[in-house]
């Protein structure tokens, strides 16, 4: 685990406050995060349930999806932040996404405590799959 520097301490205020906009009425497990792209900018997201469940987004990709769809794929760092005794880990879907933009970013992944875990996408995600593989 580690310390948070005051601008991360700020970016999991973010990831909080996003948790708090979750739409999670099936599995009642709100996710919020924050991505930091290459500029400084930020890109809040929460997860976004369907009762079809396919349809479902989480916290992350809704992210990296506002990010991208502003102009920006060089991420930084994500914080994410849930509500779970353990570390909120990104899921499988999730680091795929951010691994096709940036596998050597930081992930800051909380617990309900507000403690923190960090780790590069990279270490999450060996052997990850790119474009080098088509």
Do not use: W
């Not at 099936?26 to 349809?55: H, K, M, W």
């Not at 102009?71 to 499988?92: E, L, M, Q, T």
């Amino acid at each position: 685990m580690s310390t948070l520097s005051t601008q991360e301490k700020s970016l999991l205020r973010q990831a909080l406050a996003a948790r708090e906009n979750a739409y999670a009425p099936y599995s009642r497990f709100q996710v919020g995060a924050v991505l930091t792209v290459a500029d400084g900018s930020t890109f809040c997201g929460c997860n976004i349930e369907n009762a079809a469940f396919g349809p479902t987004i989480c916290a992350e990709r809704t992210a990296a999806v506002k990010a991208i769809s502003e102009g920006h794929s060089k991420f930084r760092r994500i914080v994410i932040a849930g509500n779970s005794k353990d570390f909120c880990y990104p899921c499988g879907a999730c680091r795929q996404f951010l691994y096709e933009f940036s596998p050597d970013m930081e992930v800051i992944c909380l617990n309900r405590a507000r403690e923190a875990k960090r780790m590069t996408l990279r270490a999450l995600m060996p052997c990850g799959f790119d474009s080098t593989f088509l």
